[in-house]
C-alpha cells in the first residue's frame, strides 16, 4: 500500500542539501570569493571592535592607542591566503562551510588587533594560529574524501568480482 521507494530521493527542502560540498568553477570566481569572504572577515571584526575605538566622550575609551589601518591592512593580506588555502581545497573535495571557517578566522584575528593592538610578531603569531585551523579544517576535509574514495574503491572492486 504505502511503500517507500528503493532509493533515495531528493526533497525540495533547501535544509536537506548537503553542506560539504566541492565548488569548481573558473578562477574569476574563485578569486571573487575568497575577496568577499575576506572583505566580510574585516568588516566584521572591525564593527565588532567599534565599540572601542570610539571617541572618549561616550564613556568608552580605546582599548589601545595606535592606528587602525596597518591592522586592518594586515589582516586583510592575511584573511586572503587563509582563504585562499580553503578554496583551492574546497575546488578539489567537499569542505564543510569554508565561508564559516575563513570569516571566523579573520574576525576574530582583526577584533583581538583592534582591540589590543599587538606589536607585529604577535599578529604574526595569531596569524599563525589561524593557519593552523585552516589546516585542520582542510586536512579534515582532505582525510574524509580519501576515505569517501577508498570506500567507493572497495565497493567497485567487490562489485565486480
Known sequence: MNDLPDGPFESGDSDDSED???RPGPLWRHAVWVVAVTAAGVALG??????RIGPEEFGLPPAAPGALWPYLLAWTAIGLALAAVLRFVAAKVPVYEPETAAIGVVLIGTRLSLGWRPEP????GIAAVGLLLVAVWCAVALRGAAVVRRTEEVSRTQGTA
Open 121 to 124: 610578531l604577535e599578529v604574526a
Open 20 to 22: 560539504a560540498e566541492v
Open 46 to 51: 572591525w564593527v565588532g571592535a567599534l565599540f
